[in-house]
């Protein structure tokens, strides 16, 4: 049993926190007291402590900080390889970031880790949903290839070849450009 310095209650032992400085190990203040006194001083000095905390958050710092752990990235790195790709997603060169938090995404391979570009959420999703799968998204490029109404048959064949092609040597920029994307 012990009396409690604050409400001046005696109570069992169990109701004090442990504290190894003191003779008896237990604080002077029971549990209760302990928090009531700790909830009454945040209440009071709520707003203070919110404008201290909002003064020291860096927006831009907390950005860098995530970037790094998550990506192995700079804010500065990611800056540069957003401004490479033109300010817009690497995809749909959309300049929205159609994301729900307002920012554009970090693209990476998920069995690597590597950093592959920026972009929108829409972009990301949909990569996402293909499970970044290559031949899953080739095969849905086909498919809106051969499935569009060109002026013709012909046209049709010629930009199914165009692309096929440039996948093949490797040249996927230029295969997007001869479809006229």
Same mark, same amino acid.
């Given at each position: 049993?012990?009396t409690?310095v ?6 069992? !032992? !169990?109701?004090?926190? =442990?504290?190894?400085?003191?003779a *008896?190990?237990?604080t002077?203040?029971c549990k209760q007291?302990?928090?009531e ?5 945040y209440q %009071?000095? =709520? ?5 201290q905390?909002?003064?020291?958050? *860096?927006?831009?710092?907390?950005k860098? =900080?995530?970037?790094?752990s ?10 540069s ?14 300049? !929205? ?6 920012? &554009?995404?970090?693209d ?7 950093v ?5 959420? =829409?972009? %990301?999703v949909?990569?996402g949903q293909? %499970?970044?799968?290559? %031949? #899953?998204? &080739?095969?849905?490029?086909l ?5 569009s ?6 046209h049709?064949?010629?930009?199914l070849?165009?692309?096929?092609n ?14 006229? #994307?």
């Amino acid at each position: 049993m012990k009396t409690c310095v604050c409400c001046g209650l005696e109570k069992d !032992s !169990s109701l004090f926190y =442990k504290e190894p400085r003191v003779a *008896d190990g237990l604080t002077a203040r029971c549990k209760q007291c302990t928090k009531e006194k700790a909830g009454n001083s945040y209440q %009071n000095r =709520k707003q203070e402590v919110l404008k201290q905390r909002k003064a020291q958050y *860096d927006k831009r710092r907390e950005k860098d =900080k995530k970037l790094r752990s998550a990506y192995g990235i700079t804010l500065e790195q990611w800056e540069s390889m957003f401004k490479a790709q033109g300010e817009c997603c690497a995809i749909c060169k959309s300049t !929205s970031p159609n994301h729900g938090s307002g920012q &554009f995404v970090v693209d990476h391979c998920h069995e690597f880790g590597q950093v592959r570009g920026i972009l929108c959420g =829409k972009c %990301n999703v949909m990569l996402g949903q293909a %499970n970044d799968d290559q %031949n #899953t998204l &080739f095969e849905a490029a086909l498919y809106l290839i051969s499935n569009s109404v060109p002026e013709s048959i012909e046209h049709r064949k010629n930009m199914l070849k165009q692309f096929e092609n440039a996948i093949v040597s490797g040249e996927a920029w230029e295969a997007k450009t001869a479809l006229g #994307t």
